[in-house]
């Protein structure tokens, strides 16, 4: 049977004080036995968990100097991960390199582990321009604000992957799946639920990958859903499973578990991972107003990098180790503000720019009436 934890908060999720949830390290950073899924992490060797807690650390200081840079006037805005990091760098690191990923807008974590560059996550929040990198250099997607709509994005995707011979060949370089992360209040969006049907009646390999942070902005979970969330994919017959979402070894397993099924044609699954948003929505946002400070002080005793130290430090993992990702980490900041205090404001005519994936002839016409309406303005100023 999974690891229970009993100690969840009574004003924040009430509904779970006695669903069980899949840990493999609890916040001592004490590794918990689980029948299925520690099998899945017994592989892993040291300098892969390493990596998790590197991955983790820099994704953390990568998330805090973007908030600095939007404090500053440098970005109009940014949304924090604080404390989300082990659903996400877990979860990412357990993905082939064929699956798909469709984020939404605080996927920092599963960006940084498909090989998006830091820096092009700034785009978006500073106006350079829509947030697009090339999506298919690391089959993950551009972010997306839209609540829940990537989810019907991800299920279309997957469908298209069944029809391309890309499912349950037996071919583990061929066989794909689709991933799409999304918060616990996407879940009460119709396009989340419709997403489910069609990816159920399909049996779709996607996996729906929600991150129940407890707050969709400042409204709590409570207040969303009198069940787990998790339980909302049974009603359309996806099984489901809730995951200790500060724990980077569960979020690893499970994860690798989900994605194996969608890849080999068993359908999709649901994952709700039980994580907490310790900063703010938003940095627009201030959370003091709707939550208390002992809900806070409850969630920082179970920071996820935290808990990750304790067993490396446990496991003898040498005092050098983090020195070295501290200074890594230092190396990250300096290079993303000056990577962001360079960007320039984008060219006017990049507004025509991939529209479509082919010439379109209103397009290119509008370009071309645009670009003379500005050459105008040279000329004026010429004559001058």
């Excluded at 604000?145 to 298209?160: F, K, N, R």
């Excluded at 194996?260 to 044609?265: E, F, H, I, L, T």
Aim: aromatic letters at 10%; proline letters at 6%.
């Amino acid at each position: 049977m999974p690891a229970v934890i009993t100690d969840v908060p009574p004003a924040s999720d009430r509904s779970d004080t006695e669903t069980e949830y899949v840990q493999l390290l609890d916040p001592t950073g004490h590794r918990v036995h689980n029948d299925t899924y520690t099998p899945l992490v017994a592989g892993l060797d040291q300098d892969a968990i390493q990596g998790f807690y590197r991955d983790m650390v820099l994704v953390r200081r990568l998330d805090t100097e973007a908030t600095a840079l939007q404090r500053q006037g440098e970005l109009g805005l940014w949304p924090q991960s604080l404390g989300q990091e082990a659903a996400q760098v877990g979860s990412g690191r357990a993905l082939a390199a064929q699956d798909y990923v469709f984020p939404s807008y605080r996927e920092h974590g599963v960006a940084w582990t498909r090989g998006v560059a830091p820096g092009a996550l700034l785009h978006l929040f500073r106006g350079r321009d829509h947030g697009g990198w090339d999506p298919g250099a690391h089959n993950f997607n551009n972010y997306t604000l839209v609540i829940g709509s990537q989810t019907l994005h991800a299920t279309g995707y997957a469908m298209g992957l069944q029809r391309d011979g890309d499912v349950g060949t037996g071919d583990p370089g061929r066989d794909r799946a689709v991933v799409a992360y999304f918060g616990d209040g996407a879940t009460s969006q119709g396009d989340v639920y419709e997403a489910m049907v069609f990816a159920a009646v399909n049996d779709a390999p996607v996996v729906f990958f929600c991150q129940n942070n407890q707050w969709a902005i400042s409204e709590p979970t409570s207040r969303q859903s009198r069940v787990p969330l998790a339980q909302r994919a049974d009603g359309v017959g996806i099984p489901s499973i809730r995951v200790d979402g500060n724990d980077v070894l569960a979020s690893y397993a499970v994860t690798r578990a989900a994605t194996d099924r969608a890849r080999s044609g068993g359908g999709p699954v649901m994952i709700e991972a039980v994580t907490y948003r310790m900063g703010a929505h938003t940095t627009s946002d201030d959370p003091t107003r709707y939550r208390s400070r002992a809900e806070e002080d409850y969630w920082r005793r179970r920071d996820p990098i935290d808990r990750l130290r304790l067993l490396l430090e446990a496991e003898s993992t040498p005092p050098d180790f983090f020195t070295g990702v501290d200074a890594d980490a230092d190396e990250l900041a300096a290079r993303l503000r000056e990577y962001c205090q360079q960007l320039t404001g984008p060219p006017p005519a990049s507004i025509f720019a991939d529209v479509y994936a082919t010439e379109n002839s209103v397009v290119a016409a509008e370009q071309e009436w645009f670009t003379t309406y500005q050459a105008g303005f040279a000329d004026e100023q010429e004559a001058r």
